[in-house]
T-cell receptor, first 109, second 117 residues
Framework: LAKTTQPISMDSYEGQEVNITCSHN???????ITWYQQFPSQGPRFIIQ???TKVTNEVASLFIPADRKSSTLSLPRVSLSDTAVYYC??????????FGTGTRLQVFP | EPEVTQTPSHQVTQMGQEVILRCVPI?????FYWYRQILGQKVEFLVS????????KSEIFDDQFSVERPDGSNFTLKIRSTKLEDSAMYFC???????????????FGPGTRLTVL
């Protein structure tokens, strides 16, 4: 059974950079890695997606090593409003979509 | 900005009853998904749907579940003979391409909280 694991929780202070890693050993060869943010009682919201190396958009960067068995979401200069649960999403080698275990990020002032 | 909508926001039902959860995906999207999230746990994939048929389904999506796109706008999840353990938040999502396999993001609805008593 494919497992996609993340640290359970992380704490940070406003203005710091936060890096959240997801391990996805059984990722399908042709599939992308997507990261979502979820606030309480809301649906997940897309943050960033990539296939390999590095991707950057206006809110985050995503680092993917050559073997693609992990990925790291980088949030520059977090604010209190970034307090949320962050999930990676991959398709495994049976094409099933698998959310990671989720990382609860708490940002302190 | 277009969004995915879901109704009802909260559904309470008795064990053994059938429920239908409704979703209106974003109008030009072609791929539709259902996920569930048990309280305090991660989001779990149930099923993906494209071109009026199921593309993929998880082990959770057994004969108790079915999906349908009855018209050009709605996408429904039917749960037959509900069990206590079906209590969860159910999210619908849509994308304009196959999520995971191409550069497309899924847009999630606000969810339906199902409570089975």
């Amino acid at each position: 059974l494919a497992k996609t694991t993340q640290p359970i929780s992380m704490d940070s202070y406003e203005g710091q950079e936060v890096n959240i890693t997801c391990s996805h050993n059984n990722i399908a060869t042709n599939d992308y890695i997507t990261w979502y943010q979820q606030f309480p009682s809301q649906g997940p919201r897309f943050i960033i997606q990539g296939y390999k190396t590095k991707v950057t958009n206006e809110v985050a960067s995503l680092f993917i090593p050559a073997d693609r068995k992990s990925s790291t979401l980088s949030l520059p200069r977090v604010s209190l409003s970034d307090t949320a649960v962050y999930y990676c999403l991959v398709a495994d080698n049976t094409d099933k979509l698998i959310f990671g275990t989720g990382t609860r990020l708490q940002v302190f002032p | 900005e277009p969004e995915v909508t879901q109704t009802p926001s909260h559904q309470v039902t008795q064990m053994g009853q059938e429920v239908i959860l409704r979703c209106v995906p974003i109008s030009n999207h072609l791929y539709f998904y259902w996920y569930r999230q048990i309280l305090g746990q991660k989001v779990e994939f149930l099923v993906s749907f494209y071109n009026n048929e199921i593309s993929e389904k998880s082990e959770i999506f057994d004969d108790q579940f079915s999906v349908e796109r009855p018209d050009g706008s709605n996408f429904t999840l039917k749960i037959r003979s509900t069990k206590l353990e079906d209590s969860a938040m159910y999210f619908c999502a849509s994308s304009d391409g196959l999520a995971g396999g191409s550069y497309n993001e899924q847009f999630f609805g606000p969810g339906t909280r199902l409570t089975v008593l």
